[in-house]
T-cell receptor
């Protein structure tokens, strides 16, 4: 069974702290993604990675950075947490295919980390 | 910026009703339109998807209707059940795009018993 795990379900941090959110997938997927989920705003892409050590900015990268040193692991870093980064953070992974499959873009999500910044 | 607009934000129906969630897009290059379902405490999971060469796709009680000329697509849930209560996201993508999916804002569906 496919699995994406995130290091914490709930996290409480103080303003200005450096925060690490870890994501691991066991499906040997090439692509990994970090989203934040806020009511009424849906899923907004922060960063994604299509290969080890490769990263691309999504729609809302400001205040975040990422690291992908190994294929199975993708980390989201908040260099100096702020209260407006209080949110649900979702990690996802997907595989590149020949494009023949209808579901070739299927993303598999972890359960999320609810981060509160005080 | 690519956008997918989803409505309504929330929806309440009685058991057996047919909730309909609508999405509209602007980018005519989009060629893959999935719907994701998210239960409380879980991450979203793929529910059903369609490509623009067909106007309708059914899987069990879930149907996607697609109108290419209007650039709109919708999810219908037949004979809805309380277990269908969840948040639903539409999405769209362009084949070969590295970022893959652009999501709508989500619809929180409640099916009353």
């Amino acid at each position: 069974d496919v699995k994406v795990t995130q290091s914490s379900r709930y996290l409480v941090k103080r303003t200005g702290e450096k925060v690490f959110l870890e994501c691991v997938q066991d499906m040997d997927h090439e692509n990994m993604f970090w989203y934040r989920q806020d009511p009424g705003l849906g899923l907004r892409l922060i960063y994604f990675s299509y290969d080890v050590k490769m990263k691309e900015k999504g729609d809302i990268p400001e205040g975040y950075s990422v690291s992908r040193e190994k294929k199975e692991r993708f980390s989201l870093i908040l260099e100096s947490a702020s209260t407006n980064q209080t949110s649900m953070y979702l990690c996802a992974s997907s595989s590149i295919t020949s494009g023949r499959s209808l579901f070739y873009n299927e993303q598999f999500f972890g359960p999320g980390t609810r981060l509160t910044v005080l | 910026q690519q956008q997918v607009k989803q409505s309504p934000q929330s929806l309440i129906v009685q058991k057996g009703g047919i909730p309909i969630i609508n999405c509209a897009y602007e980018n005519t290059a989009f060629d893959y339109f999935p719907w994701y379902q998210q239960f409380p405490g879980k991450g979203p999971a793929l529910l059903i998807a369609i490509r623009p060469d067909v106007s309708e796709k059914k899987e069990g009680r879930f149907t996607i209707s697609f109108n290419k000329s209007a650039k709109q697509f919708s999810l219908h849930i037949m004979d809805s059940q309380p277990g269908d209560s969840a948040t639903y996201f539409c999405a769209a993508s362009v084949t070969g795009s590295a970022r893959q999916l652009t999501f709508g804002s989500g619809t929180q569906l409640t099916v009353l018993p």
